[in-house]
């Protein structure tokens, strides 16, 4: 269906496209202000609908917080697959690559996702940490799958808990990244690359 405004017709926005749009206004909003600060009514103003029909979507501002996290999660999980049978020192460099350009093209998504972890909200957070344990398992397992990795796992339990760690400096350096630092993509994807092999090799 389309509205016809000053001569102008513009075409209705499906569900899932409305949907993405007002995911889109929050993964800004949350990404410049506290969870606190940031009101439903500035989401609807923005978007340019009611107040009454964002709560159509997502019934609480915690639920609408949550989607954001998760939308951000998911574009991030997608982004950074592994490729089968390809090795994994071969998949860093343009993983990270992939990865890097995604943070720069989707900053305030990032951000946003990120800050979820501060948030009071304990469902919130546990959406936070489901994402960031998502992350964690799928580079666990590229690597496992790994003939040169592969037999690091082997009698090691602290190889989790690295890459765990990993995650956490990642996500430091990338912040601190798009808070102007005076590094190159280049020198970011290189210093995160040699972190990882770092933590993980003998």
């Given at each position: 269906m389309a509205a016809n405004q000053g001569g102008r017709t513009r075409?209705?926005?499906?569900?899932?496209e409305?949907?993405?749009?007002?995911?889109?206004?929050g993964a800004r909003l949350f990404s410049e202000s506290p969870y606190d600060d940031v009101w439903i009514e500035?989401?609807?103003?923005?978007?340019g609908v009611s107040r009454g029909l964002l709560y159509h979507y997502f019934p609480t501002?915690?639920?609408?917080?949550?989607?954001?996290?998760?939308?951000?999660?998911?574009?991030?999980l997608r982004m950074t697959a592994a490729v089968p049978g390809v090795p994994v020192r071969e998949q860093l460099s343009a993983g990270l690559d992939t990865f890097l350009e995604y943070v720069q093209d989707h900053a305030h998504g990032y951000r946003a996702f990120h800050r979820a972890d501060a948030a009071g909200?304990?469902?919130?957070?546990?959406?936070?940490?489901?994402?960031l344990a998502a992350?964690?398992?799928?580079?666990?397992?590229?690597?496992?799958?790994?003939?040169?990795f592969g037999p690091v796992f082997e009698g090691r339990r602290d190889v989790r808990i690295a890459v765990r760690g990993w995650l956490a400096f990642t996500t430091a350096v990338c912040l601190e990244?798009?808070?102007?630092?005076?590094?190159?993509?280049?020198?970011?994807?290189?210093?995160?690359?040699?972190?990882l092999l770092g933590v993980v090799t003998p």
């Amino acid at each position: 269906m389309a509205a016809n405004q000053g001569g102008r017709t513009r075409r209705r926005l499906s569900t899932e496209e409305r949907r993405e749009q007002l995911l889109a206004v929050g993964a800004r909003l949350f990404s410049e202000s506290p969870y606190d600060d940031v009101w439903i009514e500035q989401v609807a103003e923005i978007a340019g609908v009611s107040r009454g029909l964002l709560y159509h979507y997502f019934p609480t501002k915690r639920d609408f917080f949550a989607a954001v996290v998760e939308r951000e999660s998911e574009r991030m999980l997608r982004m950074t697959a592994a490729v089968p049978g390809v090795p994994v020192r071969e998949q860093l460099s343009a993983g990270l690559d992939t990865f890097l350009e995604y943070v720069q093209d989707h900053a305030h998504g990032y951000r946003a996702f990120h800050r979820a972890d501060a948030a009071g909200d304990q469902a919130v957070r546990k959406v936070y940490q489901r994402a960031l344990a998502a992350q964690e398992e799928q580079i666990l397992a590229a690597m496992a799958a790994d003939p040169e990795f592969g037999p690091v796992f082997e009698g090691r339990r602290d190889v989790r808990i690295a890459v765990r760690g990993w995650l956490a400096f990642t996500t430091a350096v990338c912040l601190e990244w798009l808070r102007g630092s005076e590094l190159s993509r280049e020198q970011v994807r290189d210093l995160c690359a040699r972190a990882l092999l770092g933590v993980v090799t003998p």
